[in-house]
């Protein structure tokens, strides 16, 4: 089973603990944690479900490849880890 877990910043906006949780995709994994915490999932995903912009999904130590529908296949050892991306100089 797949752990998930965010930055700081996300849980200082919705209280989500690390998970370890059913997912045999990355999206599968969020869908479960937003179960738990249905706020988090406005912050990660927009209404249609695509990764926000400014979001970045590493499984693995690797970004995801399929930011539309993280469709990106997990194992049981994997690990999420969601992130607000930072651009500027």
């Known amino acids: 089973m797949p752990t998930v877990a965010f930055t700081a910043n996300l849980r200082a906006l919705v209280d989500c603990p690390t998970r370890t949780v059913d997912g045999?995709?990355?999206?599968?994994?969020?869908?479960?944690?937003?179960?738990?915490?249905?706020?988090?999932?406005?912050?990660?995903?927009?209404?249609?479900?695509?990764?926000?912009?400014?979001?970045?999904?590493f499984l693995d130590g690797v970004p995801i490849n399929d930011r539309s529908s993280q469709s990106d296949v997990t194992t049981p050892a994997s690990m999420i880890y969601v992130m607000q991306a930072l651009s500027g100089g």
């Open 24 to 57: 045999q995709t990355v999206r599968a994994a969020l869908d479960a944690v937003f179960v738990e915490f249905p706020r988090l999932r406005g912050y990660v995903v927009d209404e249609r479900g695509v990764l926000r912009e400014h979001m970045v999904v």
